[in-house]
T-cell receptor, first 116, second 115 residues
Framework: AQSVTQLGSHVSVSEGALVLLRCNYSSSVPPYLFWYVQYPNQGLQLLLKYTTGATLVKGINGFEAEFKKSETSFHLTKPSAHMSDAAEYFCAVSGPGGTSYGKLTFGQGTILTVHP | EPEVTQTPSHQVTQMGQEVILRCVPISNHLYFYWYRQILGQKVEFLVSFYNNEISEKSEIFDDQFSVERPDGSNFTLKIRSTKLEDSAMYFC?????????????FGPGTRLTVL
């Protein structure tokens, strides 16, 4: 069974500082990997995803993530935090080869706070 | 931009009562999902739905739960006899195609409180 662990339920950074949100997965084969963001009173919005190919993936709003198979990780980064980045971030995995209907398995979420 | 909508945003009910949570997926999407998040816990998959039948369901999705697409636009989740532990945020999602790597588009959620 797949599982996802996000290290740190709360991360606080200063505006302009590096954002690093950690995600590790457990799967018998490398899964497909996703980062979603949730702003207050809104649904989960896809930031980026890794399926195959280049292991460094760029997403919206200046975020990127790197798939590291040897470390079973998919950490999310942004070089310079903005106040508007304050939200809850979810790492998720899906497939491949097993579930064919796209079921997502989520981590517990990380709340990002950005200080002026 | 098309979006998934959910109603109501907050539902309060008494234990043992039936509730129906409603979702309107994006119009050209074919695959539909329900997830839930109990306060302080992970977002959990409940069920996926395609071509008017359940494709996959989790252990959580027992006989108390059912899903339906009654009119070609709405997608509903019914809980027949609510329990205290059903209190959670319920998210609906839709996708234009089924694949493990396709994006799912999520609604804002319905917060269900069972008293």
């Amino acid at each position: 069974a797949q599982s996802v662990t996000q290290l740190g339920s709360h991360v606080s950074v200063s505006e302009g500082a590096l954002v690093l949100l950690r995600c590790n997965y457990s799967s018998s084969v490398p899964p497909y990997l996703f980062w979603y963001v949730q702003y207050p009173n809104q649904g989960l919005q896809l930031l980026l995803k890794y399926t195959t190919g280049a292991t460094l993936v760029k997403g919206i709003n200046g975020f990127e993530a790197e798939f590291k198979k040897s470390e079973t990780s998919f950490h999310l980064t942004k070089p310079s935090a903005h106040m508007s980045d304050a939200a809850e971030y979810f790492c998720a995995v899906s497939g491949p080869g097993g579930t064919s209907y796209g079921k997502l398995t989520f981590g517990q979420g990380t709340i990002l706070t950005v200080h002026p | 931009e098309p979006e998934v909508t959910q109603t109501p945003s907050h539902q309060v009910t008494q234990m043992g009562q039936e509730v129906i949570l409603r979702c309107v997926p994006i119009s050209n999407h074919l695959y539909f999902y329900w997830y839930r998040q109990i306060l302080g816990q992970k977002v959990e998959f409940l069920v996926s739905f395609y071509n008017n039948e359940i494709s996959e369901k989790s252990e959580i999705f027992d006989d108390q739960f059912s899903v339906e697409r009654p009119d070609g636009s709405n997608f509903t989740l019914k809980i027949r006899s609510t329990k205290l532990e059903d209190s959670a945020m319920y998210f609906c999602a839709s996708s234009p195609r089924v694949s493990s790597y396709n994006e799912q588009f999520f609604g804002p959620g319905t917060r269900l409180t069972v008293l």
